[in-house]
T-cell receptor, first 117, second 113 residues
């Protein structure tokens, strides 16, 4: 398994500003994912961030809005840029590890609850 | 493409009642199936999983059986407790390196004493 921490745990921001969310893992992992959970909704994948390569974004998400860094195998950041109230969500970091039978398992951080006014 | 469909909530039960939360999926190949739980104010936790047809995942009194013939992975518990009140997410993984989880919309369970 993996222990994942995120900072900040929550924040309230003004529209037009940016917030960088940090994700720290207690072991080296190749695959990391960033998800968004809008109020009352399910989790939606924003991007996949593998160390040593550019992040891969899902449809509807772009690098200018959600730039991601992956400087090493235990750390990643997601920035929410030029925020609007529609960006109010919980942002979750996730890592994939090799589980039983050689199949990948995902573990999630506690999430960052963002409110944009 | 791959997708997960969960029954709509909220589900409201009395303590010790039987719980079923339906989940069906659409996928190519042989995905792994998961149930995640999110307790109020907490992060997402893996509740149970099954990696192949007819596997039964179980944890904390919850069970779910991977039914390939009906493409289902329904979550059940024989006797719910107030502490089971949470949001439950069904999810699948395509079992390929680099693929993320695909989640259902989540079902809110509220158990009263």
């Amino acid at each position: 398994s993996a222990v994942i921490s995120q900072k900040p745990s929550r924040d309230i921001c003004q529209r037009g500003t940016s917030l960088t969310i940090q994700c720290q893992v207690d072991s080296q992992v190749t695959m990391m994912f960033w998800y968004r959970q809008q109020p009352g909704q399910s989790l939606t994948l924003i991007a996949t961030a593998n160390q040593g390569s550019e992040a891969t974004y899902e449809s509807g998400f772009v690098i200018d809005k959600f730039p991601i860094s992956r400087p090493n195998l235990t750390f990643s950041t997601l920035t929410v840029s030029n925020m609007s109230p529609e960006d109010s969500s919980i942002y979750l970091c996730s890592v994939a590890l090799q589980g039983g039978q050689g199949l990948p398992e995902q573990f999630f951080g506690p999430g960052t609850r963002l409110t944009v006014l | 493409g791959n997708s997960v469909t969960q029954m709509e909530g909220p589900v409201t039960l009395s303590e010790e009642a039987f719980l079923t939360i339906n989940c069906t999926y659409t996928a190519t190949g042989y995905p792994s199936l998961f149930w995640y739980v999110q307790y109020p104010g907490e992060g997402l936790q893996l509740l149970l999983k099954a990696t192949k047809a007819d596997d039964k995942g179980s944890n904390k009194g919850f069970e779910a059986t991977y039914r390939k013939e009906t493409t289902s992975f329904h979550l059940e518990k024989g006797s719910v407790q107030v502490s089971d009140s949470a949001v439950y997410f069904c999810a699948l993984s395509a079992n390929q390196a680099g693929t993320a989880l695909i989640f259902g919309k989540g079902t809110t369970l509220s158990v009263s004493s």
